[in-house]
């Protein structure tokens, strides 16, 4: 099976690709290794990738025209994951054109090659910042995500919304992924679990905003991949009976899915954990509320463990000791007791 995946140098394509890859997939990455983030991060990644012969790297942003209609044409991928977008509320307040360029375009062109080139199954991340300002926890698929409260967050919904209508006008069966706060081995350095790591082995303070009030349902990635995974083959259709709590749309092959771990921990809760896998203490520095954030994140995950059936939930402790012993192995420069973390 051929895939193509966008965004196959970040974060979460980074741990899908390397999955597929192990399967026996041929996996076609689209990466533009853009700087938002250390560009040497992403290029680590691939590297990783590169020892799979099965691994096609395709280096160029989604946006621009005609590419992905191109790369599609030639391999004609099966499956589709589009994972490829601007992320971060903080830099979508400070930079939102880069977020109109790769969000919204990003995603025109995709679904421009996807009508050319239809694959059996499109699948697309968007966010649980669409929830935004929403007052019902757990946050359910078919809860409205009409308030959202970062320029992000709306072109996340914008994109929700442009996949619905090509799924309805060309019947592309299209599911989208509603992630929430994704961490773990290989992740963000712009995303908490990166940036409080830091701040304890550099002896900085941990900057938490609304005073540490914050809630949120943080996902370990292999978890995240494996669900995303189990979801390929899950192909949405239109229903002959809609089914109650189901978000498949009743006039298109669409479907909206929530993945996450179904349980808010308070952030204080976490770097607790932090902390005890690092064996380091935190100063932390209490800051008000941020614009575009949210108080708490919490996915209702019952629609998809009706799709899958049971899936893996790794403890945060556990999640993060992985998380650091990647970072210690990955940074040992800044990292002088790397050896001492490795082996706790």
Not at 15 to 29: K, N, T
Not at 151 to 170: P, R
Not at 178 to 201: C, I, N, Q
Not at 211 to 224: E, P, Q
């Amino acid at each position: 099976m051929t895939v193509l995946i966008t965004g196959a140098a970040g974060f979460i394509g980074f741990h899908l690709a390397r999955r597929l890859l192990a399967q026996g997939a041929r996996v076609i990455g689209l990466d533009d290794h853009n700087p938002y983030y250390d560009p040497a991060l992403k290029a680590a990644r691939e590297a990783q990738l590169l020892a799979f012969p099965r691994y096609h790297p395709v280096r160029g942003g989604v946006e621009t025209p005609g590419l992905l209609a191109r790369v599609m044409e030639r391999h004609r991928p099966r499956v589709v994951v589009h994972l490829a977008a601007q992320a971060g509320v903080r830099h979508s307040i400070e930079a939102p054109g880069a977020y109109a360029s790769a969000n919204l375009a990003g995603t025109f062109q995709l679904l421009e090659a996807a009508r050319a080139f239809p694959p059996d199954h499109l699948i697309m991340a968007s966010s649980s910042s669409v929830y935004g300002g929403s007052d019902g926890m757990p946050c359910r698929e078919t809860d409205p995500t009409d308030r959202p409260l970062s320029f992000y967050a709306a072109t996340k919904k914008a994109s929700e919304a442009m996949a619905h209508s090509y799924a309805a006008l060309y019947g592309l069966p299209i599911t989208m992924l509603r992630f929430f706060t994704v961490y773990g081995p290989w992740g963000r350095p712009d995303m908490a679990p990166f940036l409080f790591t830091s701040a304890l082995f550099e002896n900085r303070p941990i900057p938490l905003f609304n005073h540490g009030r914050l809630r949120r349902d943080f996902t370990y990635v292999d978890d995240l991949v494996e669900a995303i995974d189990a979801l390929i083959g899950v192909v949405p259709h239109h229903p002959a009976i809609p089914v109650k709590g189901d978000s498949l749309s009743p006039v298109a092959p669409f479907r909206v899915v929530n993945i996450g771990n179904g349980e808010p921990i308070p952030l204080i809760d976490f770097i607790a954990a932090l902390e005890a896998a690092t064996g380091r203490k935190a100063a932390l520095r209490m800051l008000p509320m941020q614009p575009g954030d949210v108080e708490a994140t919490w996915a209702d995950t019952s629609l998809l463990q009706r799709l899958i059936g049971p899936r893996q939930r790794t403890p945060v402790a556990l999640g993060l000791r992985r998380h650091v012993e990647w970072f210690a192995s990955h940074y040992p420069a800044v990292r002088p007791d790397a050896r001492v973390l490795l082996d706790h």
